[in-house]
Nanobody, 117 residues
Framework: QVQFVESGGGLVQPGGSLRLSCAAS????????MTWYRQAPGKEREFVAA????????NYADSVKGRFTISRDNAKRTVYLQMNSLKPEDTAVYYC??????????WGQGTQVTVSS
């Protein structure tokens, strides 16, 4: 049974930082690429950042490049998203996603991030 536990979201002031975590179970985490997406109210879900299964390659949306860092710990079956210099436009529900070469495609339940003074 595939399960995700997402944590680390919350309310933060502009310019602040948060670290999201997504702990996975029920599938082969170490062979899965991991991606963070986000969805703001009234908007479509959008790509934020991705990391390959071994962690050697990362990719970011232009809107977060230089401010967010994706990383993973395969021993802990967890992917992270360090978010710095947060802006109000970063407010959204953040989701983690696992994708596998054999077609496996799993989504987390989401965690709310609100950037507001």
């Amino acid at each position: 049974q595939v399960q995700f536990v997402e944590s680390g979201g919350g309310l933060v002031q502009p310019g602040g930082s948060l670290r999201l975590s997504c702990a996975a179970s029920g599938f082969t985490f170490s062979s899965s690429a991991m991606t963070w997406y986000r969805q703001a109210p009234g908007k479509e879900r959008e790509f934020v950042a991705a990391i390959t299964s071994a962690g050697g390659i990362t990719n970011y949306a232009d809107s977060v490049k230089g401010r967010f860092t994706i990383s993973r710990d395969n021993a802990k079956r967890t992917v992270y998203l360090q978010m710095n210099s947060l802006k109000p436009e970063d407010t959204a529900v953040y989701y983690c996603r696992a994708t596998q070469w054999n077609g496996g495609d799993y989504w987390g339940q989401g965690t709310q991030v609100t950037v507001s003074s």
